[in-house]
């Protein structure tokens, strides 16, 4: 039985002291702050590539960069082609083949298999995008070109050698295993969004399906692919954007040799390799120029193709997916 | 019975009334349980041509009553009268809605709580507020929960904070059950407990008025007892508003009623307001006397 | 009967027995491809977890954590650079970022209109698909060139880039999820929009954000590429951020495209030491975040 003290009035009193508030506007200027911090990053990042570019830009003739073919920083001849060449072939054949993957696995996941099998590939095929690239790269080099140079690349040479696109002996490093590992590496990106697509598509759409007496292929391919399509494009350019932007596991397995070939066993170069691969080494501005100026051409192609699959998912599947971000 | 719109003649017998409810001794919950006298004050709202609007579309028109001090004035009406809208407006949460905004005035004891440098935090502090579901905030115990208006205003006197606690606590009639577990989660409680709890920590911080908007429909029969008992013995000390579509509810536990409904434009406006007792055996609207009897709505 | 207008894709009709033995045949072989990019998608991890586990536990011993490399060729050595290199900027990376990370993501949910929203959110999204290699151009631009030097700094300030969108994206999935009643009690207590988000939404959520968190630190300790010009590697073990610094990952770039074996050997090991990190926190995290969001209420 406690006997109370508070004066009544008293706490009514004290919260009135309290009048002066300044917290509020100063919090709302550090927030304003960070969010502006992300524009700033963003445009420094243009800016800053654009500007470390400009002797390259100058030096290359403009424009003609894009198409020349011939990288020779002992001449100081810089071309873009050779890079971008094997990175639009590594992306779009990567990309090719984890959408097909990629979709097969959401489908699979989402229509298909059984929650307790299920959840485990679907964490599976998430787990994926966790390992670093490099482990990828090394894992390349040391495990997968040797297996595909003795079990794919040289019996596929020795049959059919005389086709441009299985020329050259093979050594397992060059495009092939880089197209695999990236496959691989962007496999993740895709399923994910793919499997946000599929699992949004509306069940009145798989019931009509159904009840007109489908099978369940016949389910999917009337019923949920259509209304999933433009959000499975999405997450495939999502993919093709990752893939784009991927660094060291390529460098590690393309065998980093600036020329253009038809040969799926023959070494190439992408993008980002270069840069990763000479920036150190390169002795003279101009050189670093150069890199930087395949840094911006890089960093223009990603914004573009990234804002387009944000753009298509994001109608798609219902706002934008975290997940994607993750993997 | 009064009339909606004479504010006039309803202050003198504002007056009065609060004279007639200062006599007696608060009604205290148990015997011996508040040693003090309990005197804060409720005070008197005056509702005057309030409009809301949300965007462009309009949810009340032009309301206008009276709300006498140390009172318990209920507002029914049909679902989608506009009955919560207009409890917001008395504590400014209207606006907080996206484009949400106000028309018309409100004043607080004579003064007005819209208007420029009207700072509605500050109202806020002195308007309290329970809402339908019970919403104590998940991360605190159910002492920070109760104190949680003098803690986030910065009070960090502990013994003062003990005996606030509970005081609050008692008289939302919940001190005997939680006495031993202050310190667990909120979210522990039941629902009754838990909205006893919001009442609690509403009253913590000496508001001179404390809305509630529906406070029993999520809750079962005898919870919703003793949130009536409740409000009865805080009239003591306050002055109450509450939003209820249980007109049973509203004739047992208010001195005077509001019934609004939706009008043809689509806003709620006010069809009455009196004292309950009229509003329930003799109204003087067709439309209120077709509601009361269950007619519509 | 719309059978006889339906889309020519399903033939004839159900009751068309005759189609029924070749549909029946595609869909099962249309199952079993789709069960085949399961196993497709599934086995290269295993493949790849394997490898990196017994070549990696082959090589793993306490030397490779503590010692110093050795000159190329001998055996023995560690990467103890790497190591503590790999500690320091994850570290000041994630400390520098982290805030500005939550702080936008609380713009965009407390106070952005849905424009400004929008737009921070989209301009986040645009950062997480920047190449990490163009980010290490940036801070090398930015700070390598006007400092003249690499260094670990340099190194942090890419790895801050990095690590705010992930932060950002998790934060405002998580604020999300705490209801909007709980903002609602704060203020209606009188509390300020500010106070409210710092003292009740934010603890609402902070397991939430750490989880956030966490999943940043592994990502970006994984990462190379930014670090390749801007911490460049060191032979030695510094904790100096203005010179240059080894990392893990830049460690095993080198080893792995090295000649010899040793390299490659503690590149694995190092890899093991990487992948058991980052998986670990990766699984941790994701098994968490699933949880709450199902716990929405």
């Known amino acids: ?327 | 019975m009064t009339s909606v719109t004479d504010s006039d003649s309803v202050s003198t017998t504002a007056q009065t009334r609060v004279a007639e409810s200062q006599r007696p001794e608060p009604a205290s919950a148990a015997p011996g349980e508040v040693a003090s006298r309990e005197v804060t004050q409720g005070v008197a709202i005056d509702v005057d041509h309030l409009s809301a609007y949300y965007d462009r579309h309009r949810a009340l028109r032009e309301i206008t009553f009276s709300v006498l001090p140390n009172s318990i004035t209920a507002i029914i009406g049909p679902s989608g009268c506009g009955k919560s809208t207009l409890i917001r407006c008395l504590n400014r949460m209207h606006e907080v809605t996206p484009r949400a905004r106000v028309e018309g005035t409100v004043r607080l004891n004579g003064d007005p709580i819209y208007g420029p440098g009207r700072d509605p935090v500050h109202i806020r502090q002195r308007i309290g507020m329970v809402f339908q579901r019970p919403n104590p905030f998940p991360t605190m115990s159910i002492y920070d929960n109760a104190v949680a208006g003098l803690k986030l205003a910065g009070i960090r006197d502990r013994k003062l904070l003990d005996e606030v606690a509970e005081r609050s606590l008692r008289r939302a009639a919940l001190w005997d059950e939680v006495k031993d577990k202050l310190r667990t989660p909120g979210g522990s409680l039941s629902g009754g407990q838990q909205q006893r709890l919001c009442i609690a920590r509403a009253i913590a911080v000496e508001p001179e008025v404390v809305l509630m908007d529906e406070p029993a429909s999520a809750l079962d029969p005898i919870s919703t007892l003793k949130i009536e008992e409740l409000m009865d013995s805080l009239r003591a000390s306050y002055t109450i508003v509450i939003v209820t579509h249980n007109m049973q509810q509203a004739s047992r536990v208010s001195n005077q009623t509001a019934f609004l409904t939706v009008g043809d434009d689509g806003a709620g406006f006010l069809v009455e307001f009196g004292d309950t007792t009229d509003i329930f055996t003799n109204p003087r609207e067709q439309l209120t006397e077709d509601y009361i009897s269950g007619r519509f709505g | 009967m719309t059978a006889a207008t339906a889309s020519p894709v399903i033939g004839p009709g159900p009751m068309a027995g005759r189609n029924l033995g070749r549909r029946r045949r595609t869909d099962r072989i249309m199952r079993a491809l789709l069960g085949l990019a399961a196993v497709l998608a599934v086995v290269p991890l295993l493949i790849v977890l394997v490898f990196v586990l017994t070549q990696g536990l082959a090589a793993l011993n306490l030397d490779l954590l503590t010692q110093l490399p050795v000159p190329p060729g001998q055996s023995g050595g560690g990467v103890a650079p790497a190591v503590v290199g790999t500690l320091i900027m994850v570290s000041l990376g994630t400390l520098m970022g982290t805030p500005i990370a939550v702080l936008a993501a609380i713009y965009i949910r407390e106070y952005a209109g849905g424009r400004g929203a929008s737009v921070i959110r989209f301009m986040i999204d645009v950062l997480a698909g920047v190449p990490t290699i163009a980010v290490g151009l940036f801070a090398y631009g930015l700070i390598v060139v006007p400092m003249s030097g690499f260094s670990g700094f340099a190194g942090a300030i890419a790895l801050a880039i990095i690590i705010v969108p992930i932060v950002a994206r998790i934060t405002d999935e998580m604020l999300g999820l705490v209801p909007v009643s709980v903002r609602e009690a704060a203020y209606a207590l009188g509390v300020p929009p500010w106070k409210a988000i710092v003292r009740v939404v934010i603890p609402a959520s902070a397991a939430g954000i750490i989880t956030g968190v966490l999943l940043g630190v592994a990502r970006i300790a994984g990462e190379t590429a930014p670090l390749i010009f801007t911490a460049l590697g060191n032979r030695t073990v510094t904790t100096s951020l203005d010179q240059p610094m080894d990392a893990l990952p830049l460690r095993i770039w080198v080893y792995a495209t090295g000649p010899y074996k040793s390299w490659h050997d503690q590149a694995w090991a190092a890899s093991l030491l990487l992948v058991l990190l980052v998986l670990l926190f990766s699984v941790l995290t994701r098994f968490v975040l699933a949880r709450r969001s199902r716990h929405r209420r």
Do not use: C
């Open chain 1, 1 to 327: 039985m406690a006997v109370i003290q508070v004066a009544p009035g008293r706490v009514r009193n004290l919260l009135q002291e309290r009048r002066p508030r300044r917290g509020e506007p100063l919090f709302r200027a550090l927030v304003l702050a960070a969010a502006a911090a992300v524009l700033v990053v963003i445009g420094g990042l243009i800016l800053v590539i654009t500007q470390q570019s400009l002797s390259g830009i100058v030096h290359n003739g403009g424009l003609a960069f894009i198409g020349g073919t011939t990288w020779d920083p002992v001449h100081e001849i810089f071309g873009a082609l050779p890079f971008l060449y094997g990175t639009v072939v590594t992306s779009f054949t990567a990309l090719v083949l984890a959408t097909l993957i990629g979709v097969g696995v959401a489908l699979f996941v989402v229509e298909l298999a059984p929650q307790r099998i299920a959840g485990p590939v679907a964490f599976m095929v998430e787990l994926l995008a966790a390992i670093p690239s490099v482990v990828y790269g090394l894992w390349g080099i040391y495990v997968l070109a040797p297996w595909l140079r003795e079990f794919v690349e040289t019996p596929l040479h020795k049959a059919f050698g005389w086709l441009p696109i299985f020329a050259g002996t093979p050594i397992g490093i060059g495009f092939l295993s880089a197209i695999v590992v990236l496959t691989i590496m962007i496999l993740p990106t895709v399923a994910a969004v793919s499997r946000d697509v599929v699992a949004a598509v509306p069940a009145s759409q798989r019931e009509a399906a159904l009840a007109l007496g489908a099978t369940r292929w016949e389910m999917m391919r009337m019923g949920v692919l259509p209304y999933a399509r433009s959000g499975i494009l999405g997450a495939a350019i999502l993919g093709l954007a990752r893939g784009v932007g991927e660094t060291m596991a390529i460098t590690m397995v393309i065998g980093n040799a600036p020329v253009i070939s038809a040969s799926l066993f023959a070494q190439g170069y992408t993008m980002a390799s270069v840069i990763a691969n000479e920036f150190t080494e390169a002795t003279t501005e101009i050189y670093r120029s150069s890199l930087m100026e395949i840094g911006l051409l890089l960093l223009i192609i990603t914004l573009l193709i990234n804002a387009a699959a944000r753009l298509l998912v994001w109608r798609a599947a219902g706002g934008s997916s975290a997940r994607s971000v993750l993997a």
